[in-house]
């Protein structure tokens, strides 16, 4: 395969037209010219497009056919930087578009878990849209690999309910498939917080003092348990409750106000809820 091949078969594995690739380093013309190897790119040409292919230069003058490999070597630190720094969605799309649908087990396995984070960290924004789409994408890496994906699959399902339906996301949940997955799961705290589940040991913080205040409400205790709500509102920034969450807690805070007779309180609570509600992305 000459340079010229190896150019335009890299750009396609990109789904790039040739403007695309040339922008900004050489004409278009002059790219087609290199692919037909009616031309050759100078050095600082060839470097130019070896970056954005998202490939070592090295591959380009070596015989080797099989882009995928020197691609790897090329984004993976950088995916794995990104990782690091909590930047999900920016993984998912370099990955995209460096690799397109071609993974081999550790891309696969590393675009799974991304997905994931990346779902939880838009469900927590409130970018219900997104955190669905991410969840979605879960199942389809977690195919593609041999690593144990269970506890991501078990995790997705919830996201994806959550997103689904914030007001009643136990009509969306498939409670057995989560359930399967879950068998080792690391952390299944959202899953029994989503079932009200006041028995479970959270390692939540914010989970398990909700959950706390719905057990003085099922004792009629609704004062005792809309004190220790707004205190736990108090505290929403330094514990980072997420949109969700609070979501809930002002719910039952409304419910606390109303079964107390407090209803102006009540209602400042169903304000709150309903704009928190009208500010998720959908």
Request: with cysteine; net charge negative; hydrophobic share 45%.
């Amino acid at each position: 395969m000459t340079l010229g091949e190896k150019i335009r078969q890299c750009r396609q594995e990109m789904h790039q037209t040739q403007q695309e690739l040339a922008e900004g380093i050489v004409t278009r013309n002059m790219l087609s010219q290199i692919e037909s190897g009616a031309a050759q790119p100078s050095l600082p040409t060839l470097l130019a497009l070896a970056k954005r292919l998202c490939i070592p230069p090295g591959y380009l003058l070596e015989e080797e056919t099989d882009s995928f490999p020197f691609r790897k070597i090329s984004v993976m630190p950088g995916l794995y930087a990104l990782f690091g720094e909590g930047r999900f969605a920016e993984c998912l799309k370099l990955a995209e578009e460096a690799f397109g649908d071609r993974n081999d087990d550790e891309t696969a396995f590393f675009r799974c878990e991304a997905a994931c984070r990346a779902a939880e960290a838009e469900l927590v924004s409130g970018s219900l849209s997104q955190a669905k789409q991410h969840a979605a994408a879960v199942a389809g890496f977690a195919a593609k690999t041999s690593h144990v994906t269970h506890h991501l699959l078990a995790a997705a399902h919830l996201f994806s309910a959550i997103a689904e339906n914030p007001q009643a996301p136990r009509l969306e949940l498939d409670e057995a498939a989560y359930c399967r997955e879950a068998e080792i799961a690391v952390n299944s705290d959202l899953f029994h917080y989503l079932r009200d589940d006041v028995k479970h040991t959270y390692t939540d913080e914010a989970m398990a003092r909700h959950m706390a205040a719905r057990k003085l409400m099922t004792d009629d205790r609704f004062a005792a348990a809309l004190k220790m709500l707004e205190d736990l509102e108090a505290e929403k920034l330094s514990l980072k409750i997420g949109a969700y969450v609070l979501f809930r807690i002002y719910g039952d805070m409304e419910y606390c106000a109303k079964s107390t007779e407090d209803f102006e309180r009540a209602y400042r609570m169903s304000v709150k809820r309903m704009a928190l509600f009208s500010v998720f992305k959908s």
